[in-house]
């Protein structure tokens, strides 16, 4: 009977290990496969999703076994189990870094975040982009504000208003010089990659790389001398994809926070 219990336990630890251990793989892979151009973002995003939907319940399944691995262990003595424990327990971290690492990356819960890819702090104005034009030959999504499919700027404007509010014209009491340098340090400090930094016209083009499918998205920054000192706009916009699930807005408020000096 104890042979029968230890059978029973080894296969369990067995199932729930190895389904840990591959649903982590699985999320891993998924962006693996767009970084080498195996399949494209929506293929991966497919995978993506599968893995996170399955890893909470697998990490769950994996705590109550490595649970009762420990307690039969401390019931039989201090020998044996170990690897049932070291299997267990790294099926569960996997699982659970598969669910925890893409979730981290989107909204909180109960936030709506509208499906665009495209965000200005100056959304009748926004600033153009010059010098990165080039680098964006082959992406689908058009630099061109509101011009996407199904989409107007007025809509655009609208949207991002609604959602992100706090993105906006930021007046620093500075001059356009002083706050041109600033700019370029953000830049560098939320290590965006320079595309052009042209001081005379007040224009900065960069270039960002994002973490998990190694997406590139544009800004481009624009200064200009006001009464009460610089205008600083910015504009961030996605290469690919119909919604950013809130990236571009979370780059700008980076970007103006820095430039606020928080």
């Known amino acids: 009977m104890a042979n029968s219990n230890r059978t029973w336990m080894t296969w369990v630890v067995v199932l729930v290990g190895g389904a840990g251990l591959g649903i982590g793989a699985l999320a891993l892979v998924s962006s693996l496969g767009v970084w080498f151009g195996a399949w494209d973002f929506r293929r991966g995003f497919a995978l993506l999703r599968f893995a996170n939907t ?39 971290l996997s699982a659970a870094l598969a669910y925890y690492v893409p979730q981290s990356f989107g909204p909180p819960a109960g936030v709506v975040i509208p499906p665009i890819h495209d965000v200005s702090t100056d959304t ?18 058009t630099t061109v504000y509101g011009g996407s499919p199904n989409m107007t700027p007025e809509r655009l404007a609208e949207l991002q208003t609604e959602a992100y509010p706090d993105v906006r014209t930021l007046t620093l ?22 595309v052009a930094s042209v001081p005379e016209e007040g224009r900065i083009e960069a270039t960002d790389t994002t973490f998990w499918f190694r997406f590139k998205d ?33 780059r700008l408020r980076a970007f103006l926070a820095e430039m606020r000096g928080e």
């Not at 170990?82 to 327990?89: E, Y």
């Open 173 to 194: 009491r500075m001059t356009p010089a002083q706050a041109f340098e600033r700019a370029i340090t953000a830049v560098r400090t939320l290590g965006w990659e320079v």
């Open 218 to 250: 544009d800004i481009v920054i624009r200064i200009r001398e006001s009464a009460e000192g610089a205008i600083v706009d910015a504009r961030s916009l996605s290469r690919v994809g119909g919604g950013d699930v809130g990236t571009n807005a979370r």
């Open 124 to 141: 009748v104005d926004p600033p153009q982009f010059v010098d990165v034009l080039p680098l964006r030959a082959d992406a689908p999504n």
């Open 54 to 92: 399955w890893a909470w319940w697998i990490a769950a399944a994996g705590a109550v076994v490595v649970a009762m691995v420990v307690a039969r262990r401390r019931k039989r003595g201090a020998g044996g189990g170990r690897g049932r424990i070291a299997l267990s327990l790294a099926g569960t």
